[in-house]
């Protein structure tokens, strides 16, 4: 752990005490705002948004970074994050900082109101602004060799580059598609009706992952996510959805594997701001993140095991139906690469300028048929789907499916030392090699740590092989 | 309004916007404590409130005050009132401030867990805390001719002293409980029963009353009360009561009548902070602010007319009946006073030093014996029962009492002028006597301004003694 003698390290603990603090209230104003908030205090709650952020960000700027020579992992780590942070926020004046929060408050009250009218056009001038300020941040904060979508991409993955992942989505896109029409085919005699039936089991399910409620609680809101005030106060959101109980399980679930690993936190890692990465600063970088989320949703949550246990034997092939539909979230666990794909795309240009905002679902829509072979019905379920971009996430996205890649690749490893459908064990692996780390590692140290090689996607791909092979008795 | 070509006004507007935007942060936290916050998220909240706390408290001592020459009722009032905040603030060291933010937080927590367990020990070394460090802050505060109980008074509202409230109270006490005598047997034989029934109508209420829910909403907690974000954010809490449909109903409609006077602040006063309050801000004073809550829920909601429309003409009798309790929320609206009177009588006691915590249960039986005729059977209905001190709120209770009066004598002037229970007519009257103002005028000049006279305790007993004359047909 960290250094006790050490006066600076010390020092700089009690710094790091305070971004947290802040850092967990501009979290819970947030959570509010999608949870609780009535519609009319949009305007003052963005407001009081900008007023935080322009607090810690010039608590930021203002850190007294010591020089410290240090062999502990713990004091170098702090250092490390601590020094990002700042070098990071000089570079953008506080008042780009407080337009930029007030900016994408509204910026998700607007899109709320589009989705809900299902007309892209009520959203579009505010992404618009928030890119532009996304832009502006972005040139300022760009290093040598960086593109501007790669500086965005760092914020929630650090280091991550759009280099490193077109190499990866290029090549496994082929592979991709591919399963998608042979699965397809083979899984589509699926009894669909079983999806109708109400199976309750979402809050025993996250129970014996070991999400602790009084650690917690679970809210409704537009879209399901994870929010983080402490170690000791882990919220998650679902939906609710009659005609389904898919969308709203697995949603749990997965919001349910995020929560896992910040409560899972080493506890002298509590109340550290240790650099950016959204609410969930508890975690390395958001494509772990993902692949504990991701994990826990799809090769626990859809194996032959937990529908045994919590479902029934024949729901296994119905929640494993492969089938393209327009909705992420929906979305079944081999085309959902697809889906992260288009957005990657997409994101991708629209930072570089290749595409104008005005021209996001015609070009959303011609995605979807390219690759999933269909066409959205609406803006509602097409562009408008995801709050991502009204909250300036862009480059989040890669994450979902990097997510799903580096979890294949730690249940390999898990799979060899413990019986991975014990969700005690299972949990307990992770914490121990994950979760209560921190930022303490970085994600390309954590992989090569548990799993001896980087990432290496062919995991993914052996592991769906292996399911449907085995699911439909067909020989290799 | 404030006038727009004086840059130093403009300034301190600024200024007071960053505050008021921090205050309701503050507001929020605290609202979420008692709302949603998991049990173990209590440590991380007392610590988040701290570090919040730290921040305003700084930012009102480095607050630069202008020397305006102006006649202007509203620059003068945001002078007067940013002087006084930066005044006491300078007067506490941070460090206090930071100590007692995140003492209260959890002594609220501990409070609610002792109420739950029916243990006035369990709470009591929180307590004492709390009031070691109340009175070190009223010390420092404390200016010539206060006591140290006038101090915390003066919190809540502005310029109220024991003296002044010793002369109000000690007259009327010997009134009031000659009439809980009184009334108490001549209200014996109404039907009780009728207290069973639901009356699921508190959500028409507020609506009627004006409470604008899509600039609030309600939720339940373990102490009802209201809480401003902003005037387009007001929340009210209430609780539930199986057995009895008037807790429910009456707290509600007393939330409800907080809510209107925030909701009813002039718009150009938005995100102003002025002065101390709780997360009252937009009312001048908590004296004035309990006249309206009380106002709507006695005077109004436990008239013939109010009965007649949303209950049922039997009832009128029944939410009427004078029958000493120990519990004040429950309490009937003429022994009310009592529960304020003894209350008042015990914090003073407290502070001056002549109790000691240990010895609150028994000195709190005594006296219920004393002024009510009954003996609470247990903490939780006894010293517990109410959240304030551990608020660290020693000289609020004065204020509800206080209110009933105002009340009343607003009332007096108002229906000579409108039909009072045309709540449409009524909500509008106050708005524009009080409600718009906030705090650019005291309660004192309010007062007069709006009846021709001060504080006048005769329109309270008046009101009871004409009430319950015509309910049950005595002569004069």
């Known amino acids: 752990m960290f250094s006790k003698g050490n006066k600076d390290i010390q020092r700089l603990l009690v710094d790091s005490h305070s971004l947290s603090d802040l850092s967990s209230v501009i979290a819970l104003l947030s959570w509010d705002q999608e949870v609780n908030m009535p519609s009319k205090g949009g305007a003052a709650r963005a407001k009081q948004l900008a007023t935080l952020s322009e607090i810690f960000h010039n608590k930021l700027i203002s850190l007294k970074l010591p020089k410290v020579k240090t062999n502990n992992i713990y004091d170098l780590a702090l250092i490390r994050e601590m020094t990002k942070a700042k070098n990071r926020a ?32 009520v959203f579009a001038p505010s992404l618009k602004k928030v890119i532009k300020l996304k832009l502006q941040m972005a040139k300022l ?14 914020e929630f993955e650090p280091g991550l580059s759009e280099t490193e992942i077109s190499l990866v989505f290029n090549k496994i896109k082929i592979d991709l598609s591919k399963r998608v029409s042979e699965l397809k085919v083979l899984t589509q005699n699926a009894d669909k009706r079983i999806a109708n039936k109400k199976f309750e089991v979402g809050t025993k399910v996250i129970f014996d992952m070991g999400y602790d409620l009084a650690a917690g609680r679970i809210d409704r809101s537009a879209h399901p996510f994870t929010t983080t005030f402490d170690r000791n106060d882990v919220r998650i959101t679902t939906w609710e959805n009659k005609r389904d109980f898919r969308p709203k399980l697995y949603a749990t679930i997965h919001e349910a594997g995020h929560a896992l690993y910040e409560q899972g936190l080493n506890p002298e890692l509590d109340r550290l701001y240790l650099g950016e990465g959204g609410g969930l600063s508890g975690g390395v970088g958001m494509a772990m993140h993902e692949s504990q989320s991701r994990l826990w949703e799809n090769m626990i949550g859809r194996s032959e095991e937990f529908c045994n246990k919590y479902l029934s034997p024949e729901t296994f092939k119905v929640v494993n139906v492969i089938k393209p539909s327009p909705v992420r979230v929906e979305a079944d666990e081999v085309s959902y690469g697809l889906h992260i794909i288009i957005r990657f795309e997409i994101e991708r240009e629209l930072i570089n300028g290749q595409i104008k905002v005005e021209d996001l679902p015609k070009i959303w829509r011609e995605k979807y048929k390219k690759y999933l072979g269909i066409i959205p019905k609406n803006d509602a379920e097409g562009t408008l789907q995801d709050i991502h971009w009204a909250h300036g996430a862009f480059g989040y996205f890669p994450n979902y499916f990097l997510g799903s890649l580096i979890a294949s690749q730690l249940l390999n490893t898990a799979k060899k030392q413990i019986d991975i459908y014990n969700f005690k064990l299972l949990r307990e692996w992770l914490r121990k090699n994950i979760h209560q780390y921190g930022r303490i590692y970085t994600t390309k140290e954590l992989l090569l740590k548990i799993t001896g090689e980087d990432l290496n996607p062919r995991y993914f791909l052996d592991y769906i092989d292996q399911k449907f092979t085995k699911m439909y008795n067909l020989s290799k």
Chains 1, 2 share one sequence.
Do not use: H
């Open 90 to 121: 000089k570079k953008i004046p506080t008042s780009l900082i407080k337009e930029f929060s007030e900016t994408i408050s509204l910026a998700q009250q607007d899109w709320q109101r589009a989705k809900k009218m299902n007309k892209f056009e």
């Open 141 to 154: 904060l760009k290093s040598k060799g960086q593109t501007l979508y790669d500086v965005m991409l760092d």
